[in-house]
Structure formats: structure tokens, C-alpha cells
T-cell receptor, first 114, second 112 residues
Framework: DTGVSQDPRHKITKRGQNVTFRCDPI?????LYWYRQTLGQGPEFLTY????????KSRLLSDRFSAERPKGSFSTLEIQRTEQGDSAMYLC????????????FGPGTRLLVL | GESVGLHLPTLSVQEGDNSIINCAYS??????FIWYKQESGKGPQFIID?????DKRQGQRVTVLLNKTVKHLSLQIAATQPGDSAVYFC???????????FGKGTMLLVSP
């Protein structure tokens, strides 16, 4: 399968713990996006990368959220000191890197904070 | 018929019917529109896209119509099948901005 992959698919954690999610984009896709989706809503943009450069991060929900893409391939999204309100599906998408391109999504990581 | 559920508008159809899902988008500067299908527990799956210089585009069993005057997008699914049951989202993109803005979503339920 050469699509976007995400790991883990499910994560249950206790409030206050840190969690990290990984996304592997489609091979040779330069742009990688992170979204959050809560029940009954469409995905909400968080941040994106062009290769290893993070070009937009003002939409990250708080300073507890951070993302990296150190080598321009896979990316990680970390949430520190998780809160119950962080429970959601975290989606990753990728595109080759031009303008107005279709974003292809991974299966998502579902986070439950107890 | 169409009804508003607890979280999402819902469209219920019989297998074989044609389905029309509507979306009102927010930004008159949007240049590119995508319809996604999302099944329970999965990520959004690309269905069809259209650019703002077009008003209609057809795919396999699906057609997207764009009315820029009233900022309205629709997805038509011909001969709807039970496997089409999912939540459908429209998304808009503005040239020069890489982010997609998603609409609320419509749940399509197809009865055999």
C-alpha cells in the first residue's frame, strides 16, 4: 500500500500524559498536513510542511501541540499534557507540493484522553 | 428525504436512486473544490474535484456542479449503492493558501 500511513491507529492515554503520533506521506510527496477531526465535524487544519520546513503553525490549537518533519519524509505530531478536550481523530494528508492539489489522507489516529 | 440529525444532515435513499448532496462554501475567493467520502473510522477518501473555472465535472457515477454566483457545490451520485453509505464533505482551497477548509458534512444512508 503506497498511501499515507499513520501510527498508531488508536491511542488511549490519561490526562496529563504526552502523546506522539507519526505520519508517513505518499512517497515523494513534499507537502504534509495535519488536521484534527472531532465527532460530527469536518477536519480542521492544524499545520503543514513543505519538505522539512513548517510553513504554517499558527493554527495549532495551543502551545501544547507541536509537529516536526526533520528529514522531510515522515512527520510527528506531539501533544503535551493532554486534556480530555484533545480527544479526537488526528489526520495526516500529503500532496506533491504544488498549488491547488488534491490532499490524500491517511487513516487517522484516534486519541482518547481519560 | 433529508433531515437534520444530532450531528450531521442525513440523506436517506434507496439503492439504485440518484443522490444529490449539497454544500454551501464560505469564501468567494476559493479556487478549488474537492469532495471527500469518509467511512466510519477511516480517513477522508478523494472522490472528485473541480476548479473555479469550471461549472461541471463528471467522474465514474459522480458529477460535481459548481455555482459560483451563490457559492454552492453539489455532488450527484448515480445509481447509489449500499457501499456509498458514508459521510460526504466538501472542501475548498484558495490559490496561494495550502489549507483546505471543510464543510459540515452530510451523512448518506443507502438502503438495499
Amino acid at each position: 500500500d503506497t498511501g499515507v500511513s499513520q501510527d498508531p491507529r488508536h491511542k488511549i492515554t490519561k490526562r496529563g500524559q504526552n502523546v506522539t503520533f507519526r505520519c508517513d506521506p505518499i512517497s515523494e510527496h513534499n507537502r504534509l498536513y495535519w488536521y484534527r477531526q472531532t465527532l460530527g465535524q469536518g477536519p480542521e487544519f492544524l499545520t503543514y510542511f513543505q519538505n522539512e520546513a513548517q510553513l504554517e503553525k499558527s493554527r495549532l490549537l495551543s502551545d501544547r501541540f507541536s509537529a516536526e518533519r526533520p528529514k522531510g519524509s515522515f512527520s510527528t505530531l506531539e501533544i503535551q499534557r493532554t486534556e480530555q478536550g484533545d480527544s479526537a481523530m488526528y489526520l495526516c494528508a500529503s500532496t506533491p507540493g504544488g498549488d491547488l492539489e488534491t490532499q490524500y489522507f491517511g487513516p487517522g489516529t484516534r486519541l482518547l484522553v481519560l | 428525504g433529508e433531515s437534520v440529525g444530532l450531528h450531521l444532515p442525513t440523506l436517506s435513499v434507496q439503492e439504485g436512486d440518484n443522490s444529490i448532496i449539497n454544500c454551501a462554501y464560505s469564501n468567494s475567493a476559493s479556487d478549488y473544490f474537492i469532495w471527500y467520502k469518509q467511512e466510519s473510522g477511516k480517513g477522508p477518501q478523494f472522490i472528485i474535484d473541480i476548479r473555479s473555472n469550471m461549472d461541471k465535472r463528471q467522474g465514474q457515477r459522480v458529477t460535481v456542479l459548481l455555482n459560483k454566483t451563490v457559492k454552492h457545490l453539489s455532488l450527484q451520485i448515480a445509481a447509489t449503492q449500499p457501499g456509498d453509505s458514508a459521510v460526504y464533505f466538501c472542501a475548498e482551497n484558495i490559490r496561494g493558501y495550502s489549507t483546505l477548509t471543510f464543510g459540515k458534512g452530510t451523512m448518506l444512508l443507502v438502503s438495499p
